[in-house]
């Protein structure tokens, strides 16, 4: 049997778009080179004042139990006529120093809402039905699994940002009618997990430009020298292998990152003002910006200190969230001796993400597993059901 022959999908778009998208990238490419020439001089400025250690050697961890929580929902949500659909699923894995002991579980959850809504919203409280599912698996490991730590796919707190805009929302779940009540509920179980002391928030993506924010802060307002990167992106350019970096080196507190990273935000709005002041806008935005999504004072919330690890030149740093009171010292030679060379994150949780990430035509299959399962029933009119179930845009395959 021949092997199927693969394209690019590069090849699959008419000629002369792909011409003009040759040229487009050439622009770019030397746009690019100019960005990263002008960024070499000002990481050789900032490389004087960030400083990193070498990542701890310690055999600690080899007798500890070990859980790691990972949780997905849809990629794609399923688009029907009647009906907008999403799935989400959150599981652990327990680990014995660096063996599997073999003990594992997974949970799944699914929403559906009308189709008239806003498709935001859904994303949205899907993202939050997400974050339920794994704040209570990880409740499940520490308080029934007797492990000594737990490993959080992500922040404590990521589901915050645009929970403000949806408390008001009816999510169509029975054990939380409105939205506010399950951020509520998520809410207060990641901060019972923060105050526990035994778990981690391991996060891959970040957003964040606080070190941009302290060089703003540096410079009296004086944007010239920043890099408009993230804090990981500058952080891979100076970080050497087997090193991290913890944020209150640098800023002076293990709080501070959440506000000289909206430093250069907030210093649009007030031209003229001193940066102490401008910084203490900052933490009054930040308090308002908690209470406003999470409803709740802010002193809770900032408890979450943040560090980045690097364990081989090869991959980029990946960020630690714990407690401001743990120290992580001994986690980090867990870390250096655990790591997925490919990714650079500890690779029980790059496991642990495997098996519990939803492929991408997962939602489209299950929502026809519902059909079919209505469509032997003899009380619904077929041509009804037919109509409820069809693709909201016919032209595009779902998945």
Partial sequence: MQPKEEYSDWSKIPVMLQHRFFELANEEAKRTKIRLSENAKKLEWLRSFIHFKPLPESDDWKDWRIACVDGSDS????????????????????????????EEEYFSGELCHDQVGDSDVTKKMLDLLTAKLERETALLCLKEKNVDIVLIDGSFFGFRARCSEIRDETTGLKEFPLASDMIDYVRDRSIELLESKKAFGIIKRITTAAIDGWIAHKHNGDEENCMNRNDRDVLASLMPEKHWFAYEWLLGSPEAF?????????????????????????????????????????????????????????????????????????????????????????????????????PRGFTKEFVEEIEAQLIKDPELDKYDLLNHFMRLNPQKEEG
């Avoid at 364990?311 to 997925?340: I, W």
């Fill in 258 to 358: 959440n506000y000289f990273g909206r430093f250069r935000t907030t210093l649009k709005h007030y031209p003229g003002r001193s940066m102490d002041v401008i910084l203490r806008e900052c933490e009054l935005r930040l308090a308002h910006d908690i209470d406003s999504n999470l409803n709740w004072p802010v002193e809770d919330i900032v408890k979450a200190s943040r560090h980045f690890v690097r364990c081989s030149k090869d991959v980029m740093p990946f960020c630690l969230e714990a407690h401001r009171e743990v120290d992580v010292t001994s986690l980090l030679g867990y870390f250096q001796a655990n790591y997925n060379p490919a990714t650079g994150l500890p690779f029980p949780i790059d496991l642990t993400d495997q098996n519990v990430a939803l």
């Fill in 75 to 102: 990629p794609v949500a399923s688009e029907r006529v009647g009906a907008r659909f999403g799935t989400c699923a959150a599981g652990y894995m327990i680990f014995e120093g660096d063996r599997f002991t073999g």
